[in-house]
């Protein structure tokens, strides 16, 4: 729609030198064409000394007609020639008041008469109404001109804004499909960046970019056709600004590209450090390193200050004077042209009103190449900002399902599970254990020993490279990731709050959970002790990450949290590992009501806390080396009973 309400309101706009030229050479100088006399009265007579004359394109096919005369101007002065004019050219008035007409090739004189405005106004009279009609039409083309020009714009943009919105929702939905591996080694500065930044650059693209290019390719479109119509010799001349404007953006194109990869990139760092600074804002600040971390967002500034003006050096140097140097070249072509024409005779001289509307559209036909060259830098910045963007798009993730499934009985089995971050590093080799419906198994172990990546397993954060991992006999990889998270719930370490309401944190915004269930699940967990405080109780907002709340709060929060979706499967990842005595004790009264009904995975440093674990496994550099319950571990006397031992106090660490 856009594309065809562009057209119309350009071919109206390019109608307006048609006009022009129609109003020159018909209703101006038209009165230069031989005039005849006739004795017919009619619109298009004048009376001149008692004589009827109508001007030669006026007399109908047929139409009697008498002798010839001319009306021709000289300078300011129009005068009457009561005779034929043989060939017109070069006027002057000689020293006896005759015309003299030099053709070239020969120099005529005629008896002339001067009018007087008067009379002058006599002859004019006659072409006023074809004038007042065409201003007319031309004033009602300004006016469609201005309607479609309107409507266009406002179509592209809007499908412009729809491209973009629909774009961005593709990116934030193809992050939810992400797998957790991705993030790894991307900083979230580097994600914002290409949801935020990039798509705003490609928005750019077609608001801006593809409007103008649009706009500028049917403009120079409808400007050749019109050359083409006016001198068909001198259209093809002016032909040859195509192939420059061609090879221009492709010259342009090659260094810019270049730039912008490195500007878009060193944004990408940029937003980044600034996310970093302000997540670890209190580390920072707590070791002085606020004169480091500026530095590192220096160097980066630096980068882009310094390629910014590479690419606004070579915006000088390829913009608006290139575009004066091709019109020069035009407009030179077109005085060579008209020059020649005119010195090879009468018969090829142009009219004036041919000669105003080529200057007009040679002076509109640099218009849009002006336009055009000016979004090089934005169509530049919009192709590598949509590479990266189709390059996050492009990642393969996992469709978000929106199956259902029964809830587990939670008998989740690992059969002999290798799995490796990195390839060939393995950091779980040969995992085996069976967790029974509604056991508790805990997994201890020193730091990097595994105990979170089996976690990550199970959710299916990560996929196993060998062995299988089996929820009541179901092999986990055959089963929609977001299905099988159904029914399983986790606390983790460092709980994460999102902003909003500690009741909108408990039930995150799920219709199935009622305000009745949130509040059962924090009394439950024994948070309305913790919380009874707060001004406006379970409607208390939280900021981003809950900063305003204790880590007790936030652990306490995140329990009931799992409470309220009643999972069948239930990981707590070091859930109590910075949480104060107090808080613990409340916490170690709650998880008696959590873990009912259902199988409970522990991750604990605090070997305190899983004591009546069914099934404890003590893990190794990725390996199980100790499995039982907790007095049959003790009397092992091996890695665990060390373990319990030092954390009691009762012996030193080895070193």
């Known amino acids: 729609m856009a594309l065809i309400m562009l057209s119309v309101a350009v071919g109206t706009d390019l109608a307006g030198p048609f006009i022009a030229k129609r109003i020159i050479d018909v209703h101006i100088s038209g009165i230069s064409k031989p005039w005849y006399t006739t004795g017919v009265e009619g619109p298009y007579t004048v009376a001149f000394e008692g004589v009827l004359y109508k001007r030669a394109d006026h007399f109908a096919v047929n139409e009697a007609h008498g002798g010839e005369v001319r009306v021709l101007q000289v300078g300011k002065d129009y005068y009457f020639i009561a005779e034929p004019v043989k060939a017109d050219g070069l006027r002057s008035m000689t020293t006896e008041g005759r015309i003299s007409i030099d053709s070239g090739t020969n120099v005529s004189t005629y008896p002339a008469r001067r009018l007087n405005t008067g009379e002058l106004f006599r002859f004019f009279e006659p072409e006023f109404g074809g004038l007042i009609r065409l201003c007319g039409f031309y004033l009602g083309l300004l006016v469609v001109s201005a309607l479609f020009s309107y409507g266009q714009r406002y179509f592209l943009q809007a499908s412009a804004n ?75 001349i002016c032909l040859f600004i195509l192939p420059l404007l061609v090879l221009w953006i492709y010259v342009y194109g090659k260094f810019a590209k270049r730039y912008n990869r490195i500007i878009r990139a060193a944004v990408s760092e940029i937003n980044g450090i600034v996310n970093e600074s302000i997540q670890g804002m209190p580390i920072i600040k707590a070791f002085r390193k ?158 990097g020993s595994g105990k979170s990546s089996i976690m990550n397993l199970l959710f299916r954060f990560y996929n196993a490279e060998k062995g299988a991992i089996t929820i009541d006999g179901m092999d986990v990889n055959r089963l929609p990731q977001q299905t099988l998270r159904e029914h399983m719930g986790i606390v983790l370490q460092d709980p994460y709050l999102f902003t909003g309401t500690i009741a909108s944190n408990v039930s995150l915004d799920d219709p199935s959970i009622s305000r009745q269930q949130v509040e059962a699940a924090l009394e439950a967990v024994g948070a309305n002790r913790l919380l009874e405080h707060l001004p406006q109780g379970i409607d208390e907002p939280v900021i981003e990450k809950g900063s305003t709340l204790s880590s007790g709060q936030r652990q306490l929060i995140s329990f009931a949290r799992a409470l309220a979706f009643n999972p069948a499967i239930l990981i707590l990842d070091e859930a109590t590992s910075n949480i104060d005595t107090e808080t613990e004790t409340v916490i170690q009264e709650a998880l008696e009501v959590v873990k009912k009904g259902r199988t409970t995975f522990v991750i604990a440093h605090r070997l305190s806390t899983i004591k009546s674990a069914d099934l404890i496994l003590v893990l190794d550099r990725g390996q199980i080396v100790e499995r039982g319950s907790h007095d049959s571990l003790m009397s092992q006397r091996g890695k665990y009973y060390q373990m319990y031992r030092i954390q009691q106090g009762e012996l030193l660490p080895s070193i």
């Open 162 to 236: 729809r491209i973009i919105r629909r774009m961005r929702t593709d990116v934030f939905g193809q992050i939810n499909r992400l797998p957790i591996r991705y993030f790894d080694n991307l900083p979230a500065g580097k994600v914002v960046s290409r949801v935020t930044n990039d798509t705003e650059a490609i928005r750019e693209l077609y608001v801006t970019v593809l409007a103008n290019f649009f706009t500028g390719t049917i403009y120079m479109a409808g400007i050749f056709l019109a050359l083409f119509l006016l001198d068909v010799r001198l259209a093809a």
């Open 290 to 447: 606020e004169k480091k971390m500026s530095n590192e967002f220096e160097a980066f500034n630096t980068e882009l200050y310094k390629y910014q003006n590479k690419l606004l050096s070579l915006n000088s140097l390829t913009g608006h004077n290139l575009v004066g140097v091709l019109r020069n070249l035009a407009f030179l072509s077109l005085i060579w042209y008209f020059g020649g024409m005119s010195l090879s005779g009468p018969e090829h001289v142009i009219t004036l009103g041919v000669m105003y509307a080529f200057v007009d559209y040679l002076n509109r036909l640099f218009n849009p190449i002006v336009n055009i060259v000016n979004q090089l830098p934005n169509l530049e910045t919009a192709l590598v900002s949509a590479e990266r963007v189709f390059e996050l798009l492009d990642v393969e993730g996992t469709d978000v399902a929106d199956g259902k499934m029964d809830r587990y009985q939670g008998h989740v089995r690992f059969d002999d599970v290798w799995f490796a971050y990195k390839e060939g590093e393995y950091v779980l080799k040969g995992i085996s254990f069976e967790a029974m419906k509604g056991q508790t198994v805990a997994f201890v172990g020193h730091t």
